[in-house]
Each structure stands twice: as structure tokens, then as C-alpha cells.
Nanobody
Framework: QVQLVESGGGLVQAGGSLRLSCAAAGGTFNNYAMAWFRQAPGKEREFVASISGSGGSTYYADSVKGRFTISRDNAKNTLYLQMSSLKPEDTAVYYC????????????????WGQGTQVTVSS
């Protein structure tokens, strides 16, 4: 059983940056592909980025490519999302998720989820 806890959300002006963290406990972290999803008010949860267990492969939604960077520190059992050039449309609750096996954009494939952290980007 893996527990995931996100942190680092907050209020930021458009054009600013934030780094989200997701601390994992209860499993062998590098066995798990990890991902970030987000859910904006009134919208369905959507894929943001994912990373393989080793960190060697990363994938991004087109909407964040070039602005967000997903990374992981397996020694610290922590997943990160560095967000830059933030836009008001990035406002959402951000969730980290994990699964055994290869990375994927499909949220139903992820077994473990954090509680989410709010990111608000003001214009």
C-alpha cells in the first residue's frame, strides 16, 4: 500500500512559478510509474505529466509542454512538478498518482492517489 501526500500549491500571479512535491510512503518508490493530474472547477480531471520508475522517460500534455517539468528523486521517495510561465487556465487541484508498471496517461490505470493540492493562478 502506497500513501501519497502532495504539497507546494498556492496562489501565484500569471507568469510565475511553483514547484509541487508528492511524498510517497509504503512501497518501493522506484517500482512505480508516477503522474500528475489536475482538475479545474467544473471540468473533468485531466492528465498533466508522467514519469517512469527510473525517471528516464517523461510525458506531457500538450497544454503544459515546455512550461512544466516532472521529475523524481527515488532516494527521497518524492515526485516533483516544476511549473513555470503559469497561466490562469492552470488553476486547478493537482493530484499525484502512482502505479506499478509502465507509465500511462490513463488515469484509471493508476492505483494510488494523493489528496490533491490547490494551485491558483491570478491574472
Amino acid at each position: 500500500q502506497v500513501q501519497l501526500v502532495e504539497s507546494g500549491g498556492g496562489l501565484v500571479q500569471a507568469g510565475g512559478s511553483l514547484r509541487l512535491s508528492c511524498a510517497a510512503a509504503g512501497g518501493t518508490f522506484n517500482n512505480y510509474a508516477m503522474a500528475w493530474f489536475r482538475q479545474a472547477p467544473g471540468k473533468e480531471r485531466e492528465f498533466v505529466a508522467s514519469i517512469s520508475g527510473s525517471g528516464g522517460s517523461t510525458y506531457y500534455a500538450d497544454s503544459v509542454k515546455g512550461r512544466f517539468t516532472i521529475s523524481r528523486d527515488n532516494a527521497k521517495n518524492t515526485l516533483y512538478l516544476q511549473m513555470s510561465s503559469l497561466k490562469p487556465e492552470d488553476t486547478a487541484v493537482y493530484y499525484c498518482a502512482g502505479r506499478l508498471g509502465p507509465t500511462t496517461k490513463i488515469q484509471s490505470a493508476y492505483t494510488y492517489w494523493g489528496q490533491g493540492t490547490q494551485v491558483t493562478v491570478s491574472s
